[in-house]
C-alpha cells in the first residue's frame, strides 16, 4: 500500500465531488494501490478518458509508477497515459546581492546629446543600454541621444561582470556623475545674462528636468534647453565624474543581508521507449529588486536557464586520473544544450525595488536565473520516472531502471 499525502486525499475528494468522476474511495484506493479486482475495469475506463482525475493521481504517484500500476491493472491495453511520461518539479532560488566599486563619466554635450563612459564592460547582459536608461530618466534626454562607451581600460575604471552585481555597481555611478554634469549646466545657468531666469540678488533655484533648465517648481516648457545654455557660454559639454562605493563601503550593510529570490517551476518530458529525457517547459519567477529593462533582464534569465539545463543534463568535467586533465575539454566532447535542448521558457519578475542597494532599487541580476533549475530539473525526473538521481548531471543510464512492464 502507498502512503498519499493529505492534501493529495484532499483534491482527490474534492475533483471526486467536482463531476462525474468515480467515488473518492475509489481513487484513494487506486492511489494507494489497493484497488480491488472487481473495481479495476470500472477505474481503467474512466482513467483512459479523464485527464482530470489522472492529473490529482499524478500527485499522489510518480508519473512512471503511474503507467506501471495501469499496466499491471489493465492487461491488454496497458498504456493510457500516452508518451512521453511529463514530470514536474520545484526548487527555490536565493543568491546574494552584492554591489561594487565603480567610476563614470557623464557629458551633456552642446549639441543636446550625452556621452557616458566606463571601463566596465557588456558580455551581453544589457549594461550598455540599462546606462543610456538612467542618464535619459535622470535628464530627460532621449535614449537614442545617450552615447555609452565601455570596454577599454582608459575610461573610469568600472566592475566586472560577474556575481550579479554589475547593475547594482554601476547605477549609482551613472545617477552620481549624470547630478554632477547636471550641477555644473545649472551653475553655467545662473552666470549668463539674458535669459528668463535672469541672475539677480537673489538668483532663483534652477532645476534641469525634460532636456530644458529651468525655475524650479515651473513647467520645463519655460526654461531653457540646456545644449542652449552651453552654446551661449561657448562651452562643447558639461562633464561629470561619478563614483559609488561597495556595499562594504555602506554603514547599512552591517544591519541588512541583501539577497535575490525565486521559484523555478520545471516540466520534463521522459519517452522510456528510446530512453530521452527533455526539459519540456520552465516558469521562472524572480525577485530581483526593480527590473530597469524587462527584455533584457528577461532575455538574461532565458540564457540562465539554459545554462540550467545543461547542468541538470548534459555538462560534467572528466578528468584523467592519471595526469588531472581534462578529458573533455573541448565543444566536440563537452556536452552543452543546443537549440533543440531549450524549453519553453516563461519568465516573471516581482520587481519590488530594494533602495538599500542604489536609488533605483536593482539587485542586478544572472545567477539567480541559474540557481534552482537543476534541482527543480531532478525533482521532475523523479516525478516522471520514480528514480531519485543525487549527482549531475542526470544521464540516461541512470533511468533505464524505470521500466514499465507493459
Ligand atoms: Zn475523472
Given at each position: 500500500m502507498q502512503d498519499v499525502p493529505k492534501i493529495v486525499l484532499k483534491r482527490l475528494q474534492e475533483t471526486s465531488a467536482a463531476g462525474t468522476h468515480p467515488d473518492a474511495d475509489l481513487l484513494t484506493a487506486f492511489a494507494e494501490q489497493s484497488l480491488a479486482e472487481s473495481e479495476r475495469a470500472q477505474v481503467m475506463d474512466h482513467l483512459a478518458r479523464c485527464s482530470d482525475c489522472r492529473e490529482v493521481l499524478a500527485l499522489a504517484l510518480p508519473a512512471m509508477e503511474l503507467v506501471a500500476v495501469a499496466a499491471s491493472t489493465r492487461p491488454g491495453r496497458?498504456?493510457?497515459?500516452?508518451?512521453?511520461v511529463l514530470g514536474w518539479g520545484v526548487a527555490a532560488a536565493s543568491w546574494g546581492a552584492g554591489r561594487g566599486v565603480c567610476d563614470m563619466s557623464v557629458s551633456l554635450r552642446h549639441d543636446g546629446t550625452a556621452l557616458v563612459s566606463c571601463g566596465t564592460q557588456d558580455i551581453g547582459t544589457g549594461t550598455y543600454t540599462v546606462l543610456a536608461q538612467v542618464v535619459s530618466d535622470k535628464t530627460g534626454i532621449p535614449v537614442d541621444k545617450v552615447d555609452v562607451v565601455l570596454?577599454?581600460?582608459?575610461?573610469p575604471p568600472g566592475p566586472t561582470s560577474g556575481g550579479s552585481t554589475a547593475t547594482a555597481t554601476i547605477l549609482p555611478a551613472a545617477i552620481d556623475g549624470t547630478n554632477a554634469a547636471v550641477k555644473v549646466v545649472l551653475t553655467v545657468a545662473s552666470s549668463i545674462?539674458?535669459?528668463?531666469?535672469q541672475n539677480g540678488d537673489d538668483p532663483p533655484p534652477l532645476v534641469m528636468t525634460a532636456g530644458r533648465v529651468h525655475i524650479k517648481g515651473e513647467p520645463p516648457a519655460n526654461g531653457v534647453p540646456y545644449g542652449e545654455i552651453l552654446r551661449m557660454a561657448n562651452l562643447a559639454s558639461a562633464r561629470g565624474d561619478g563614483r559609488s562605493g561597495g556595499l562594504g563601503a555602506d554603514p547599512r550593510s552591517r544591519d541588512y543581508s541583501t539577497h535575490s529570490f525565486g521559484a523555478q517551476f520545471v516540466e520534463v518530458e521522459w519517452d522510456p521507449g528510446i530512453a530521452r529525457m527533455r526539459v519540456s517547459r520552465v516558469v521562472s519567477v524572480v525577485d530581483g529588486g526593480r527590473i530597469i529593462n524587462k527584455r533584457t533582464a528577461t532575455n538574461q534569465m532565458a540564457g540562465a536557464i539554459v545554462m540550467g539545463v545543461g547542468m541538470g543534463l548534459f555538462e560534467e568535467t572528466i578528468y584523467d586520473p592519471r595526469s588531472g586533465h581534462p578529458i573533455n575539454d573541448n565543444f566536440a566532447d563537452y556536452i552543452v544544450p543546443t537549440i533543440a535542448d531549450a524549453p519553453q521558457i516563461d519568465v516573471h519578475f516581482l520587481d519590488i525595488p530594494d533602495f538599500l542597494l542604489n536609488e533605483y532599487g536593482a539587485r542586478g541580476i544572472g545567477e539567480i536565473g541559474l540557481a534552482g533549475i537543476a534541482p527543480a530539473i531532478t525533482a521532475a525526473v523523479y516525478h516522471a520516472t520514480g528514480v531519485r538521481v543525487r549527482e549531475l548531471p542526470v544521464r540516461i543510464e541512470d533511468l533505464l531502471g524505470a521500466h514499465v512492464s507493459a
Open positions: 496497458s498504456r493510457w497515459f500516452t508518451w512521453p570596454g577599454d581600460s582608459s575610461l545674462k539674458g535669459l528668463p531666469f
